[in-house]
């Protein structure tokens, strides 16, 4: 059973930076960061593309930084001069061939808010 644990969201001033981390319960392809704000679709944050290159929305370059520990089973989101419209729940992915089948997982969330 592939699990997705979430860390780090919180409430934080406009401006200010925050550090998420998802942890894998196996090795697994941690992909990366997805978002949904409430009443929006869930959008790509921050992924890694299969080539081992970055991709991040527009509205996050320069931003927020995408890394990961491999040896760690983990991804994090560095995110940084976080804006009232970065609010929203912040869901890992990731995908990987199990028992012969291909799979997508998310992780449960966890809740970022930008506010004064």
């Known amino acids: 059973q592939v699990q997705l644990v979430e860390s780090g969201g919180g409430l934080v001033q406009p401006g200010g930076s925050l550090r998420l981390s998802c942890v894998a319960s196996v090795s697994i392809n941690l992909r990366g960061w997805y978002r949904q704000a409430p009443g929006k679709q869930r959008e790509l944050v921050a992924v890694f593309t299969t080539d081992g290159s970055t991709n991040y929305v527009d509205s996050v370059k320069g931003r927020f930084t995408i890394s990961r520990d491999n040896a760690k089973n983990t991804v994090y989101l560095q995110m940084s001069s976080l804006k009232p419209e970065d609010t929203a729940v912040y869901y890992c992915?990731?995908?990987?061939?199990?028992?012969?089948?291909?799979?997508?997982?998310w992780g449960q969330g966890t809740q970022v808010t930008v506010s004064s």
């Open positions: 992915n990731a995908d990987g061939f199990r028992g012969g089948y291909y799979s997508e997982y």
